[in-house]
């Protein structure tokens, strides 16, 4: 499985925006980009993906560098449940083994 | 309510016995998957199913075993526990291609 680095812990205030980080160096052209995050004692949850373009939905924006090495997980205004582990993922998008494989992702504090 | 839905919520049962977790993928979902999360290991993926089928496997114990029905809700069985089988175990069910993936709140199994 290709590989994602992520910082370990960022810290935010609320209602400013957040840019979390993810490499990717050795991305294949099939594979997927995924964000999903967990909130303690839940299970994870699905944020964005996206595989060329940037993406934008109501939950946050997927800003992917155009070489596809690194991408960057916006969210615009952080609020206090914004307070999770952000996974960043690579999913291979050929055929139907779609497992995806966690790393430590990053913890996201926001400050009041 | 995510769509899907995992039984029991909360599981305490005693070293070397026996135990089944329950999961029903989102509807129209053909993919299930299993993850453990332990402190120590983060999500770590099981197992997959697609359609009935075992797609992909990851560091499932010889000791769990898993299967997706007809109805296409899938069953965990983990035989011979130890305590170091206690942790959060998590089902998710995805569309066959690209899409995100659902998981459920998870069972919390605690082997005494």
């Known amino acids: 499985d290709a590989k994602t680095t992520q910082p370990n812990s960022m810290e935010s205030n609320e209602e400013e925006p957040v840019h979390l980080p993810c490499n990717h160096s050795?991305?294949?052209?099939?594979?997927?980009i995924h964000w999903y995050r967990q909130l303690p004692s839940q299970g994870p949850e699905y944020v964005i993906h996206?595989?060329?373009s940037n993406v934008n939905n109501r939950m946050a924006s997927l800003a992917i560098a155009e070489d596809r090495k690194s991408s960057t997980l916006i969210l615009h205004r952080a609020t206090l449940r914004d307070a999770a582990v952000y996974y960043c993922i690579l999913r291979d998008g050929r055929g139907s083994n779609y497992k995806l494989t966690f790393g430590k992702g990053t913890l996201l504090t926001v400050n009041p | 309510d995510s769509g899907v839905t995992q039984t029991p919520k909360h599981l305490i049962t005693a070293t070397g016995q026996r135990v089944t977790l329950r999961c029903s993928p989102r509807?129209?979902?053909?993919?299930v998957y299993w993850y453990q999360q332990s402190l120590d290991q983060g999500l770590q993926f099981l197992i997959q199913?697609?359609?009935?089928?075992?797609?992909a496997k990851g560091n499932i114990l010889e000791r769990f075993s898993a299967q997706q029905f007809p109805d296409l809700h899938s069953e965990l069985n983990l035989s011979s526990l130890e305590l170091g089988d206690s942790a959060l175990y998590f089902c998710a069910s995805s569309l066959p291609w690209e899409g995100g993936y659902t998981f459920g709140s998870g069972t919390r199994l605690t082997v005494v």
């Open positions: 996206g595989l060329t």
């Open positions: 050795t991305i294949s052209g099939t594979d997927y």
């Open positions: 509807s129209g979902d053909l993919s």
């Open positions: 199913y697609y359609n009935g089928e075992e797609r």
